[in-house]
T-cell receptor, first 113, second 113 residues
Framework: DGGITQSPKYLFRKEGQNVTLSCEQN?????MYWYRQDPGQGLRLIYY???????QKGDIAEGYSVSREKKESFPLTVTSAQKNPTAFYLC????????????FGPGTRLLVL | AQSVTQLGSHVSVSEGALVLLRCNYS??????LFWYVQYPNQGLQLLLK????ATLVKGINGFEAEFKKSETSFHLTKPSAHMSDAAEYFC???????????WGAGTKLIIKP
């Protein structure tokens, strides 16, 4: 069954800690995305990647980092530099063309202890 | 720059009544247009999209939307609301040269019994 998986579902971060959110897809999609969702603000793009070993900053990349070593995987690290990390994080993938649908994972909710 | 405006952060309708969720966009070129739905604590799912061809687009769950270039609108409608339609709905736009999406802030649809 093809799709996108994100883990964990909930993640707790302590002050000064880096945490990594996992995103895996088996749709054979070239493009992958990370979004941050806050109430009333829609989705804001953090990073995106069109191909393996290449990624680009989105609108709110500060305090985040990513890697794309495999086509299937696009992990997001929330660093200690991100001072307000509490949010719902969504990973998506697509064929990478403008008309193509983005498919979303179930999301990870990050909370600060 | 492209932008998307969804009128009304919350829309409340009675079960069986018409659903109308408004989306207006600004774009210098004819865009691709999308509606997604998000159920609580889940990822987003595509409802429908307009790329080319017929301006009235039918989607899943009985929803449809009409692309009106002269009004720069892509409003989402459903003739008869069902309790299961309660969710948040997002309109998104991409220009034809870029596969990134610009997202509206979302409209939460509330269904009254």
């Amino acid at each position: 069954d093809g799709g996108i998986t994100q883990s964990p579902k909930y993640l707790f971060r302590k002050e000064g800690q880096n945490v990594t959110l996992s995103c895996e897809q088996n749709l054979n999609h070239d493009a992958m995305y990370w979004y941050r969702q806050d109430p009333g603000q829609g989705l804001r793009l953090i990073y995106y990647s069109q191909i393996v070993n290449d990624f680009q900053k989105g609108d709110i990349a500060e305090g985040y980092s990513v890697s794309r070593e495999k086509k299937e995987s696009f992990p997001l690290t929330v660093t200690s530099a991100q001072k307000n990390p509490t949010a719902f994080y969504l990973c998506a993938s697509s064929m990478g063309l403008a008309a193509e649908t983005q498919y979303f994972g179930p999301g990870t909710r990050l909370l600060v202890l | 720059a492209q932008s998307v405006t969804q009128l009304g952060s919350h829309v409340s309708v009675s079960e069986g009544a018409l659903v109308l969720l408004r989306c207006n966009y600004s774009s210098s070129v004819p865009p691709y247009l999308f509606w997604y739905v998000q159920y609580p604590n889940q990822g987003l799912q595509l409802l429908l999209k307009y790329t080319t061809g017929a301006t009235l687009v039918k989607g899943i769950n009985g929803f449809e939307a009409e692309f009106k270039k002269s009004e720069t609108s892509f409003h989402l409608t459903k003739p008869s609301a069902h309790m299961s339609d309660a969710a948040e709905y997002f309109c998104a736009v991409s220009d034809r040269s870029n596969y990134q999406l610009i997202w509206g802030a979302g409209t939460k649809l509330i269904i009254k019994p």
